[in-house]
């Protein structure tokens, strides 16, 4: 029997780290090829990752809440000894556009986008040292150096984990001590973001922690510990304040859904100058449409709501108004109009927001836009849409009336000249043959990048959308 270790794959659109959720499988357990053992959570989405080899599980390198950089070994395989090693197969759930080929011409390991490090022996590869400080400290009577430990980090560059092992600074034996401490500063502690971010606010020096993770690896436990058996006595005067104003505090982490959506958030409120209009309108004609065709026998089970109508009378409004179709390419020193549709539906989830694409529909009909809308709201929620499904959009639309809200003033999803927010339906007085009546009044916002769209195009795009929402008979003039 060979040991084979499997690391954590590039699983693309730019994703250099996952976390461990949950682990499918435990050691001793016999897994076939392609089985799901573990499922990891990306800054975009859930991913299920498939056994590599036939083979029984030896060793779980990561325990289920911690961090794990690209070419991280995750777990360890007994497989067959005349297995070939460049056997292990790409995941069966990435997009086909995203995978390479089952086998690498060159004799890497495929990962679930293209392939791994090239594979010429059984052995781990060497990770190349952290920038170390390694300083000795002065003796008071000439004591010699000491040597600088040996730390290990994966450097990825694209698909590849490249790494090497740092020699010591000097292979000279310490003098005797004399009195004074001879002091070394080892190279940087392992550990991953969240726990470095944890071990600042309780003031603790992680060079400072035992690691119990794989090749030392701090965790968030080893900091907790170390705060424990520091006692209340020699803790830092920060570290005991934060101690104890957290005995009433809830620490969530940033990472994952809420991370990406903060960073986007960010690149999008300060990238671009944005500006909202809104449009306030009687929308009866539209909520009575929506009754009669349900009643259609072709659109019974699609069963087309108000966020679909909506959507089709922006993918209209769009042709007369296709700058807001558009993105800004800085590098080109362009404006990059699309001639095509990929229209972004923000949803919330228990992870957080996610504005999964529905590709080209511009071509679609209400029924098959209703059924998109419908199956990519449900595969977000369960948290599985892929995460080449949540980048490529358009123009993205937000349905804020879902929560009971009249309306509000969204940001756009970077890399997009345009975000319509569709507030609440309410039922209230107004202007209707003359005379007051209550009416389904709706209010809809449009936020635009004001670089690309002036405001006369924002405002004869969101009157567009509103004219067929107020008196669907209207769209005939607009095709």
């Not at 990238?271 to 349900?294: K, W």
């Amino acid at each position: 029997m060979a040991v084979r270790e499997f690391a954590l794959p590039d699983l693309g659109e730019g994703l250099t780290e996952s976390e461990l959720v949950a682990w499918k499988v435990a050691v001793g357990d016999t897994v076939q090829l392609n089985q799901i053992i573990a499922e990891v959570e990306t800054a975009k989405a859930l991913v299920e990752l498939p056994a590599p080899y036939d083979g029984r599980v030896s060793r779980l390198f990561v325990e289920p809440g911690v961090t794990v950089a690209v070419g991280e070994p995750l777990v360890a395989f007994e497989v067959d000894a005349g297995e070939p090693e460049g056997d292990a197969p790409a995941a069966p759930a990435a997009p086909a556009s995203e995978t390479g080929p089952s086998a690498s011409p060159d004799g890497r390991e495929p990962t679930l986008v293209g392939y791994g490090a090239r594979l010429e022996s059984g052995a781990r590869p060497a990770r190349r040292a952290r920038p170390g400080l390694a300083v000795a400290g002065r003796a008071a009577a000439g004591a010699g150096s000491v040597a600088a430990a040996q730390t290990a980090q994966t450097a990825v560059t694209g698909q590849t984990a490249v790494t090497s092992v740092a020699a010591p600074a000097s292979a000279a034996s310490p003098a005797p001590n004399t009195g004074a401490t001879a002091t070394a500063l080892a190279e940087r502690p392992r550990a991953t973001p969240p726990v470095r971010k944890f071990a600042r606010e309780l003031g603790v020096d992680l060079a400072s922690v035992a690691g119990s993770g794989d090749r030392g690896l701090i965790t968030r436990g080893d900091v907790q510990q170390y705060v424990e058996q520091r006692g209340s006595g020699s803790a830092t005067a920060a570290g005991a304040a934060t101690v104890d104003a957290g005995a009433r505090e809830k620490r969530i982490p940033i990472r994952g859904v809420r991370k990406a959506t903060a960073d986007a958030m960010v690149r999008s409120a300060f990238g671009a100058p944005q500006a909202t209009v809104f449009l306030t309108i009687d929308v009866t004609p539209t909520m009575e449409l929506i009754s009669r065709l349900r009643a259609l026998p072709e659109l019974a089970e699609a069963r087309p709501g108000l966020l679909a109508v909506v959507a089709k009378a922006l993918l209209l409004a769009v042709r007369r108004t296709p700058e807001v179709n558009s993105r800004w390419d800085d590098a080109a020193n362009e404006i990059v109009q699309a001639e095509y549709v990929h229209l972004g539906i923000a949803a919330a989830t228990p992870r957080g927001l996610m504005v999964p694409v529905i590709r080209d529909a511009d071509g679609m009909t209400l029924g098959g836009l209703s059924g998109a809308i419908r199956s990519l709201a449900e595969t977000a929620r369960a948290g599985r849409t892929a995460p080449a499904d949540l980048s490529g959009g358009t123009i993205t639309i937000t349905n804020v009336g879902v929560f009971g809200v009249d309306a509000g003033t969204p940001i756009l999803t970077p890399g997009e000249a345009a975000i319509l927010a569709v507030g609440a339906v309410r039922r209230q007085p107004w202007e209707h043959d003359g005379g007051i009546a209550l009416r389904q009044v709706l209010t809809l916002a449009l936020t635009f990048d004001h670089r690309i769209v002036d405001g006369e195009q924002a405002s004869r795009f969101l009157a567009d959308i509103g004219r067929i929402l107020a008196d669907p008979a209207s769209v005939l003039t607009l095709v």
